[in-house]
Protein backbone atom coordinates (compact mmCIF):
# COMPACT_ATOMS: atom_id res chain seq x y z
CA UNK A 1 0.00 0.00 0.00
CA UNK A 2 1.98 2.49 -0.74
CA UNK A 3 2.31 5.61 -0.60
CA UNK A 4 5.51 6.43 0.17
CA UNK A 5 6.24 6.66 -3.58
CA UNK A 6 4.75 10.17 -3.93
CA UNK A 7 6.33 13.50 -5.47
CA UNK A 8 7.92 15.08 -2.57
CA UNK A 9 4.98 17.64 -1.89
CA UNK A 10 2.42 14.46 -0.83
CA UNK A 11 4.94 12.66 0.91
CA UNK A 12 5.81 15.47 3.32
CA UNK A 13 2.43 15.90 3.80
CA UNK A 14 1.20 12.08 3.97
CA UNK A 15 4.17 10.91 5.96
CA UNK A 16 5.54 13.58 8.59
CA UNK A 17 5.44 14.24 11.93
CA UNK A 18 2.73 16.56 13.37
CA UNK A 19 4.55 20.07 13.32
CA UNK A 20 6.65 19.63 10.16
CA UNK A 21 4.28 20.21 7.56
CA UNK A 22 0.75 21.53 6.81
CA UNK A 23 -1.36 19.70 5.32
CA UNK A 24 -3.75 20.23 2.94
CA UNK A 25 -6.61 18.56 3.53
CA UNK A 26 -7.69 15.15 1.27
CA UNK A 27 -10.12 15.17 -1.25
CA UNK A 28 -12.44 12.03 -0.25
CA UNK A 29 -12.31 8.90 -3.09
CA UNK A 30 -15.00 6.62 -2.18
CA UNK A 31 -13.97 2.66 -2.40
CA UNK A 32 -17.02 0.46 -2.82
CA UNK A 33 -16.48 -2.62 -1.71
CA UNK A 34 -16.24 -5.79 -3.93
CA UNK A 35 -15.85 -9.33 -3.89
CA UNK A 36 -11.68 -10.09 -3.68
CA UNK A 37 -10.27 -11.97 -7.15
CA UNK A 38 -9.89 -15.68 -6.38
CA UNK A 39 -5.89 -15.04 -8.09
CA UNK A 40 -5.35 -12.55 -6.05
CA UNK A 41 -6.08 -13.81 -2.72
CA UNK A 42 -5.64 -18.08 -3.13
CA UNK A 43 -1.39 -17.32 -2.84
CA UNK A 44 1.37 -14.88 -1.57
CA UNK A 45 2.47 -14.17 -4.34
CA UNK A 46 -1.22 -13.29 -6.15
CA UNK A 47 -1.56 -11.02 -2.83
CA UNK A 48 2.04 -9.19 -3.85
CA UNK A 49 1.25 -8.82 -7.21
CA UNK A 50 -1.98 -7.41 -6.65
CA UNK A 51 -0.98 -5.35 -3.94
CA UNK A 52 1.07 -3.15 -6.54
CA UNK A 53 -0.86 -3.78 -9.81
CA UNK A 54 -3.67 -1.71 -8.26
CA UNK A 55 -1.76 1.22 -8.09
CA UNK A 56 -0.25 1.42 -10.61
CA UNK A 57 -1.15 3.13 -13.92
CA UNK A 58 -0.76 6.11 -16.40
CA UNK A 59 -1.60 9.62 -15.90
CA UNK A 60 -5.27 10.02 -16.44
CA UNK A 61 -6.15 6.28 -15.26
CA UNK A 62 -8.15 5.33 -11.92
CA UNK A 63 -6.57 3.25 -9.46
CA UNK A 64 -8.28 0.08 -8.06
CA UNK A 65 -9.24 1.08 -4.86
CA UNK A 66 -11.97 -1.65 -4.73
CA UNK A 67 -9.86 -4.25 -5.63
CA UNK A 68 -6.91 -2.92 -3.36
CA UNK A 69 -8.87 -2.82 0.12
CA UNK A 70 -10.13 -6.55 -0.73
CA UNK A 71 -6.63 -7.36 0.02
CA UNK A 72 -7.31 -6.25 3.40
CA UNK A 73 -8.56 -7.02 6.76
CA UNK A 74 -11.13 -4.61 7.72
CA UNK A 75 -9.08 -2.76 10.35
CA UNK A 76 -5.76 -2.78 8.50
CA UNK A 77 -3.27 0.04 8.96
CA UNK A 78 -0.31 1.43 6.95
CA UNK A 79 2.62 2.64 8.24
CA UNK A 80 5.19 4.99 6.19
CA UNK A 81 8.13 5.69 7.67
CA UNK A 82 11.38 7.55 7.18
CA UNK A 83 13.31 10.40 8.11
CA UNK A 84 12.36 14.28 8.29
CA UNK A 85 14.27 16.93 9.40
CA UNK A 86 16.90 14.70 10.64
CA UNK A 87 14.20 12.51 12.83
CA UNK A 88 12.36 9.20 12.47
CA UNK A 89 8.70 9.35 12.15
CA UNK A 90 5.76 6.69 11.96
CA UNK A 91 2.75 7.53 9.73
CA UNK A 92 0.15 5.44 10.55
CA UNK A 93 -2.69 5.01 7.70
CA UNK A 94 -6.46 3.57 7.40
CA UNK A 95 -6.95 2.36 3.62
CA UNK A 96 -8.96 5.23 3.10
CA UNK A 97 -6.94 7.77 4.49
CA UNK A 98 -4.01 6.21 2.27
CA UNK A 99 -6.48 6.10 -0.94
CA UNK A 100 -7.49 10.05 -0.41
CA UNK A 101 -4.30 11.24 0.66
CA UNK A 102 -2.41 9.39 -2.62
CA UNK A 103 -5.24 8.99 -5.69
CA UNK A 104 -5.24 12.47 -7.11
CA UNK A 105 -1.30 12.21 -7.21
CA UNK A 106 -1.14 9.10 -8.66
CA UNK A 107 -3.80 9.50 -11.50
CA UNK A 108 -2.49 13.15 -12.29
CA UNK A 109 1.41 12.34 -12.55
CA UNK A 110 1.09 9.13 -13.42
CA UNK A 111 2.33 6.29 -10.66
CA UNK A 112 4.01 2.78 -11.51
CA UNK A 113 5.49 0.59 -9.05
CA UNK A 114 7.33 -2.52 -9.13
CA UNK A 115 8.60 -4.98 -7.09
CA UNK A 116 12.46 -6.08 -7.76
CA UNK A 117 13.18 -8.92 -4.98
CA UNK A 118 10.72 -10.63 -2.45
CA UNK A 119 12.49 -12.07 0.99
CA UNK A 120 9.68 -14.48 2.47
CA UNK A 121 9.14 -16.08 5.98
CA UNK A 122 6.13 -18.23 7.00
CA UNK A 123 4.98 -20.21 10.16
CA UNK A 124 1.77 -21.45 10.64
CA UNK A 125 -1.22 -19.45 9.14
CA UNK A 126 1.33 -16.06 9.26
CA UNK A 127 3.47 -15.03 6.78
CA UNK A 128 6.21 -11.61 6.58
CA UNK A 129 7.06 -10.31 3.23
CA UNK A 130 10.03 -8.00 2.80
CA UNK A 131 9.32 -7.12 -1.15
CA UNK A 132 12.27 -4.45 -2.68
CA UNK A 133 10.56 -1.96 -5.07
CA UNK A 134 11.51 0.51 -7.35
CA UNK A 135 8.90 3.43 -8.42
CA UNK A 136 8.37 5.48 -11.85
CA UNK A 137 6.19 7.96 -13.18
CA UNK A 138 6.15 6.45 -16.61
CA UNK A 139 6.15 2.41 -17.39
CA UNK A 140 9.24 2.75 -19.10
CA UNK A 141 10.63 6.03 -17.34
CA UNK A 142 13.72 6.56 -15.46
CA UNK A 143 13.47 4.83 -11.60
CA UNK A 144 13.15 7.41 -9.17
CA UNK A 145 12.98 6.02 -6.18
CA UNK A 146 13.07 2.70 -4.05
CA UNK A 147 12.17 0.74 -0.59
CA UNK A 148 10.81 -1.88 1.21
CA UNK A 149 7.53 -2.71 2.23
CA UNK A 150 7.29 -5.14 4.69
CA UNK A 151 3.93 -6.69 4.27
CA UNK A 152 2.70 -9.23 7.44
CA UNK A 153 -0.09 -11.55 6.10
CA UNK A 154 -3.02 -14.83 7.79
CA UNK A 155 -3.61 -17.55 6.45
CA UNK A 156 -7.88 -17.63 7.32
CA UNK A 157 -8.31 -21.64 5.62
CA UNK A 158 -9.24 -20.00 2.29
CA UNK A 159 -7.55 -16.98 1.08
CA UNK A 160 -4.28 -14.95 2.29
CA UNK A 161 -5.39 -11.49 3.96
CA UNK A 162 -2.62 -8.51 4.70
CA UNK A 163 -2.91 -7.30 8.03
CA UNK A 164 -0.79 -4.88 7.97
CA UNK A 165 1.72 -2.99 5.42
CA UNK A 166 5.05 -0.99 6.57
CA UNK A 167 7.37 0.77 4.29
CA UNK A 168 10.45 3.10 4.26
CA UNK A 169 12.09 4.72 1.14
CA UNK A 170 15.50 4.45 0.29
CA UNK A 171 18.20 7.19 0.60
CA UNK A 172 21.58 8.32 1.12
CA UNK A 173 21.54 7.25 4.72
CA UNK A 174 19.34 4.17 4.39
CA UNK A 175 20.65 2.19 1.29
CA UNK A 176 19.03 -1.29 0.70
CA UNK A 177 20.79 -4.19 2.06
CA UNK A 178 21.94 -6.29 -0.66
CA UNK A 179 20.20 -9.56 1.45
CA UNK A 180 17.13 -7.16 -0.22
CA UNK A 181 18.11 -6.48 -3.62
CA UNK A 182 18.35 -8.86 -6.76
Avoid at 28 to 38: F, G, K, L, S, Y
Avoid at 39 to 46: F, I, N, Q, S, Y
Avoid at 90 to 117: K, L
Avoid at 149 to 158: I, P
Wanted: overall charge negative; aromatic content about 10%; charged content about 20%.
Amino acid sequence: MRAHRLTLCLVTALVAPPGLAAQAPARHVPVPTMAPRAEDVATLAGVIKAYYDVITGPAGQPRQWSRDRSLYIPDLRFVATGFAKGRPYARVMTHQDFVDASDSEMVHNGFFEREIHRVTQTYGNIAQVFSTYEEHRTADGPVEGRGINAVQLYWDGTRWWVASAIWFDEDATHPIPKEFLP
